[in-house]
């Protein structure tokens, strides 16, 4: 996240660039080149580092006050109260910002004791206040390959910890570094639910908070519920309204919002979780499975990270954007899903694992189990997923499930890795989650005679 976000028209990069060194000098961080990060948009990257920057400085000029994309960025800025207008050539400002005092950088020359440059630095430290006590950045999953697990004697938290394939990591890297939410669409037990317990884990957070999406679900209840009518009772029992706060339960987006020490807070509303302020997962499972006005509600949530409480007087609760709580979706591409969502998510396609991707996830969960066996279950039940008459396929969960079994059948029988003639003839019970199914695989996984 950039302290300042700095709107331009592409014809005077060179003007700005001149603006974003000085601003840099002064140690804040400076959104300007514009470049898109891989899996984003260029509209979906202006509208999130818009939305989370401290102030927006606008530059004025003949090309400016023609730029669409100039009008929109410094409307969303002055509609947040974040605007610092520049003029860098002699023209006259659009209508509707000539009510704001714009800095005058026509001649400005790059001294840094101008009284026009002095007046912008003075508006950005106003509205880029310092952190009380310096926060590490988190970095992206890519530059934490040395810290892996498999890198260790410490066996990793999770069966997939450190088990990503490259484009998972480069999603994770877009997602981390933008702080956008994430979208992972694929097919029940491919791996979506597991992708996001790894990024907390390799991360260093704790497990995600999850939201199981129903079909009657509110936006609202992952935010925070309030139980009006056990206050009022109480209000009566005992002669005087009650502490607003004890009648309020946060959901899991709401509760990654305070955590991350809420820059705002209702009037008489207390929040000790805010005391020992951290960084968040929301595992947000089936957001396809809700109405669509659950899936608008939440956008607007999740393209500010703030929600607002209405019995506190509608105050806003915004997170602290130096941990930005990390929020992943998942959905199984059965229902579509609203532009505005999409516009300022990252969207990953899941494809279930590969053999390989499965035998390494399967050696991460079974640091003892023999190679052979690893590969040979991964194998088969690749082979169970490609019959072609099979209704439901088993997913990801499934298969190390049967790998334990596995396992363990081996064991308790003492027969030598696969060589017991029942280790992977196992009740299809297991994989099957029709009769139909079932006697197909009890026919595949028949040992041979």
Known sequence: MADVFLSYAREDQSRARVIADALSHRGWTVWWDRKTPPGLSFDEVIEREL????????LWSANSVKSRWVL?????????????????????VPFEFRRLHAADLTEWDGARDDDQWNQIV????????PSKEPVAEVPPIAALEALSPSSSDEAPRHPRSGI????????????????????LVGEPGSGKTHLAETIADRLGLEPPSVFETRSDSTA????????????????????????????????????????SGSTSAPPGLRFPQSANPRRS??????????????ANDLTGSLRTMSFVVKEAGNSRVTANRDRWPIVVMTSTGERELPDAL?????YHQMAFPAVDHLEAIARALNPGVSERMVSEAARRFCEIRALPDLRNLPGLSQFLVWLKV??????????????????????????AKSYEDRLLLEQHLKPAK
Request: hydrophobic share 45%; aromatic share 4%.
């Open 72 to 92: 929109t960025e410094a409307n969303d800025a002055a509609e947040r109260n974040i605007l610092v207008p520049v003029r860098i050539e002699d023209v006259k």
């Open 51 to 58: 939305s989370i920057c401290h102030c927006a400085i606008v």
């Open 281 to 294: 997962v929301v595992l947000i499972e089936g957001v396809d499975k809700g109405s669509r006005e659950f």
């Open 406 to 431: 596995i396992v363990g059948r081996s064991e308790e029988t003492g027969a030598s890795q696969l060589d017991g003639p029942d280790a992977m003839a196992l009740d299809a019970s297991l994989l």
């Open 342 to 346: 999409l516009r300022i998510c990252v």
């Open 164 to 183: 990503l394939s490259e484009a998972e990591i480069r999603v994770v890297d877009t997602v981390v570094l933008t702080k956008a939410p994430l979208i």
């Open 220 to 259: 609202v209840e992952l935010l925070y519920q309030y139980d009006g009518i056990r206050r009022q009772h109480d209000a009566q029992r005992r002669g005087a309204v009650p502490p607003f706060d004890p009648y309020l339960t946060l959901g899991p987006l709401g509760l990654a919002i305070v955590l």
């Open 122 to 129: 003075d508006r950005v430290s106003e509205l880029v206040a």
